[in-house]
C-alpha cells in the first residue's frame, strides 16, 4: 500500500477552487495523464465517471466512483483499476485563498516491496505537476467550466 499526501496552496476564493478541481471534466486540463472524461451526473455520492489516462506510459479506462461530497469542503473518489485507490481532497479558505489537502491511498498488490519505493515516487512526481498546474490555471484565469452545474461533458 502506498499513501501520498500534498497541500496546495491557490491564490483563489475556495468557491472557485472546490467547483472546478471537482468537476472532473476539468481533468485534462490540469491532472497529468488523464485524456477524457464522461460523466452522466452531477456530483454527489455515488456518481461515477470513466475515466481514459495513460499511467507509466500505458493507456487505460476505468470508473471512479464519488464517495464523500460536501460542496466546499470535501471531495473524494475510489477506483478499483489500475489499481484499488481512494484519493480525497478537503479544501479550507485560508484568507483570500484556498488550501487543498489531498490524500491518497493506492493498493498495489502484486507488486514487491521493491517496486513500492518506484511506485510511490512515481505517483507523487505525477500529483505534485498535476497540483501545480491545477493552480497555475486556476491563478491565471485560464480555467473554464469551473461552475458546479457543469457536469455533463465529455473532453476527448
Known sequence: MITITLI???SCPLERVFAYTTNRANLP???AGVHKV???E???I???ATITAQLLGLPFSFASEIVAYEPNRTY???ADKPFPLLESETFTQQGSGTQIDYQGTFHTPGFSRIMNPLLRWLFKRQLVTSFR?????LESDEAVG???ESFSTSLQ
Do not use: C, M, S
Open 29 to 31: 486540463h490540469w491532472f
Open 42 to 44: 452531477p456530483n454527489r
Open 76 to 78: 473524494a473518489v475510489k
Open 133 to 137: 498546474k491545477l493552480r497555475d490555471v
Open 46 to 48: 455515488g456518481t461515477t
Open 146 to 148: 469551473y461552475e458546479p
Open 8 to 10: 496546495t496552496k491557490i
Open 38 to 40: 464522461v460523466q452522466d
